[in-house]
C-alpha cells in the first residue's frame, strides 16, 4: 500500500487532463445533460482530491475513476429531486431511417442505468468482459447478459455493421 | 473502425475545450491551498472571490520542482501535517459543501464557514465589472494598473476585485447578520459591508476567451515582498528569469502539464506600504479578525494556455 497523501494542484490538473474526456462521456451517459453532467464530473475528481489514493499505473488510475464517476452519477439520479426533474427530460423516441450519432446518443441515454457503464467499457474502451466484471464486482455472466440485453434495447437504432459486434 | 456508431455517438458528446477549463476551474478552487502555484503565507482571493483559509491545519504541497524568483530550485519546506485521511477527507468535503454555500453570498457580504479547527472557507466581498474598461477605471482610481494591449481575437469574459478589510470598514462598516447554522454541522458567521468596500481592492482578475476557447487569465494580487514563493516546474517544461521594466522580478514558466501552459509571473516591489486587516485568520474563534498585515508589493500572473512567452510579455509591458 502506498503513501497516501492530498494531492496538490498539480496532481490533480495532470490526472484531470489525461481522463477528463473519459469521465465526462460516461457521466453524460447517465446524466443526461451538460450541467449535471459538469456536476458529476466535477464530484468524481474532487472525491479523487479526498480519496488521495495511489495509484498503480495510469490503467488503474482510469478504472478507479470510471468506476467512482458510475457511482458517483448513480447515486445523484438516486435524489428525489433529481428524479422528478428526469421525467421531464426523458429523451423522446423518434423514427429515423439512418440514425445520427445525436439519435444514436439518444438511444444510449433512454437504456436503463445498469447497461450503461458496462456497454460504455466494451464498446467505446475496449475492455473485456472479464475485466469489466472485475471492476465493476460483478459476475462475468452477469456483465455478458447487460451487455447483450443493451445491444437487444439498441438495435433499432444501430447499423448492421454494429450488430455485428 | 467496428463499432464506430457508438463511437461517434459518445464523442458527440465530448466537452469542448471551454467546458473542461471551467470544470477544471471549479475543481481546483477546492483545493486547499492556494489554487495558484504560489506558496504566499496568505490565501488567495481567487476568482469567485472565494478564499480557503488553512491555519495550523496545512494541506501537502507540490513534492518537487519547486524553483524560487530566480529560477533557484528550492525545497518545500512546508510541513504536512495532517496524517489520518479521515480528518483530511473530513475536512475536503466539509469544503467543498462550504464553498457551495458561500458561493451564494451577495457580493457586498462577508461568509466566514469554519468548517475545522483553524480552519475557514471565507467569500471575500468583491465586485465584478461587465467590461474591461470599467474594471480598469475602477483599477485606475485606487492607482493601480491594467494592460492597455490585449491580445486580438480574445474577449472579455468576466472579471472583478476582491476587498480587504479597511480600518474604517472594520471599525464601523460591519453589520452582523444571523448566523446560518448548516446541516453539516458548522455554522456560517455573515456580515454585511456598509461602507463603499470596493475601493479597497485586495487583488483583481479578468478573463478572456477567443472562438477556440483558449484563455487568457490575468491576476493581481497584493503582497508583501518579504513573502516566500515557489512555482511548480515539470521535467519537459522551461522557465526563463526576464526582466520587465518597473518590476524587481520576472519570471516565465512554460509547463505543458498545467492547465495553462504559459505563465508568467512578476511583483513590482516597494510601494508604499499599507496596512490592511485579514477578513480571516487562523484563530480558533470564527470571528472577523483585525490582524494588520504590512503590503508593499503587487504580484502579478498572467497565463493563457495558447499565448506564449512574447505575447504576455507584450501585455505586462502595457500596464498602465
Known amino acids: 500500500m502506498g503513501l497516501s497523501l492530498p494531492r496538490t494542484g498539480m496532481d490533480i490538473e495532470a490526472i484531470y487532463l489525461r481522463h477528463v474526456d473519459t469521465v465526462y462521456r460516461l457521466c453524460f451517459s447517465f446524466m443526461k445533460n451538460q450541467w449535471d453532467t459538469e456536476d458529476a464530473v466535477q464530484t468524481t475528481f474532487l472525491k479523487l482530491m479526498a480519496n488521495g489514493k495511489v495509484f498503480e499505473s495510469a490503467e488503474h488510475e482510469k478504472a478507479w475513476l470510471i468506476v467512482t464517476a458510475s457511482n458517483t452519477c448513480k447515486n445523484l439520479l438516486k435524489s428525489p429531486q433529481r428524479r422528478m426533474a428526469d421525467i421531464d427530460s426523458l429523451p423522446q423516441k423518434t423514427d429515423h431511417a439512418a440514425p445520427s450519432p445525436d439519435h444514436t446518443l439518444q438511444a444510449i441515454l433512454a437504456l436503463p442505468d445498469r447497461y450503461k457503464t458496462a456497454l460504455y467499457l466494451y464498446y467505446y474502451e475496449g475492455y473485456p468482459t472479464k475485466e469489466i466484471a472485475r471492476l465493476l464486482r460483478r459476475p462475468d455472466s452477469t456483465i455478458r447478459n447487460h451487455l447483450r440485453e443493451a445491444r437487444a434495447l439498441l438495435k433499432d437504432l444501430l447499423t448492421e455493421e454494429d450488430h455485428e459486434i | ?320
Not at chain 2, 34 to 40: G, I
Not at chain 2, 188 to 197: E, G, S
Not at chain 2, 302 to 307: I, R
Open chain 2, 1 to 320: 473502425m467496428k463499432y464506430k456508431q457508438l463511437m461517434a455517438a459518445w464523442d458527440s458528446a465530448n466537452p469542448s475545450q471551454a467546458d473542461k477549463d471551467r470544470m477544471l476551474n471549479t475543481i481546483t478552487q477546492h483545493i486547499a491551498q492556494p489554487k495558484l502555484r504560489f506558496q504566499p503565507r496568505r490565501a488567495l482571493a481567487l476568482a469567485l472571490a472565494l478564499v480557503l483559509v488553512l491555519g495550523a491545519t496545512a494541506f501537502a504541497l507540490s513534492e518537487g520542482g519547486l524553483i524560487n524568483w530566480f529560477g533557484k530550485k528550492v525545497t518545500d519546506n512546508m510541513p504536512i501535517p495532517i496524517d489520518d485521511e479521515e480528518v483530511l477527507a473530513t475536512i475536503q468535503a466539509r469544503a467543498q459543501q462550504a464553498k457551495a454555500l458561500i458561493e451564494q453570498a451577495p457580493e457586498d457580504e462577508l461568509w466566514i464557514a469554519e468548517i475545522w479547527e483553524k480552519t475557514q472557507i471565507v467569500s471575500a466581498p468583491s465586485r465584478s465589472f461587465a467590461t474591461p474598461e470599467a474594471l480598469a477605471a475602477h483599477l485606475a482610481s485606487a492607482d493601480l494598473a491594467f494592460p492597455a494591449h490585449l491580445p486580438p481575437g480574445y474577449s472579455y469574459d468576466s472579471g472583478g476585485i476582491s476587498a480587504y478589510l479597511s480600518k474604517n470598514t472594520a471599525e464601523t462598516g460591519l453589520l452582523p447578520l444571523p448566523d446560518q447554522q448548516t446541516e453539516y454541522g458548522f455554522p456560517i458567521k455573515k456580515y454585511r459591508l456598509t461602507t463603499d468596500y470596493a475601493a479597497d481592492i485586495d487583488h483583481w482578475y479578468a478573463k478572456f476567451i477567443d472562438d477556440k476557447g483558449n484563455v487568457l487569465s490575468l491576476t493581481c494580487f497584493r503582497d508583501s515582498h518579504s513573502t516566500q514563493f515557489s512555482f511548480n516546474t515539470s521535467a519537459s517544461g522551461e522557465h526563463e528569469v526576464l526582466t520587465i521594466p518597473a518590476m524587481s522580478e520576472a519570471l516565465y514558466i512554460r509547463n505543458e502539464d498545467s492547465r495553462f501552459e504559459h505563465s508568467l509571473n512578476f511583483r513590482q516591489t516597494g510601494l508604499p506600504r499599507l496596512f490592511i486587516y485579514q477578513w480571516y485568520s487562523p484563530r480558533e474563534t470564527p470571528d472577523v479578525h483585525f490582524d494588520p498585515n504590512s503590503y508593499d508589493s503587487l504580484v502579478y500572473q498572467f497565463e493563457s494556455n495558447a499565448l506564449g512567452k512574447d505575447s504576455l510579455l507584450e501585455i505586462a509591458n502595457s500596464l498602465q
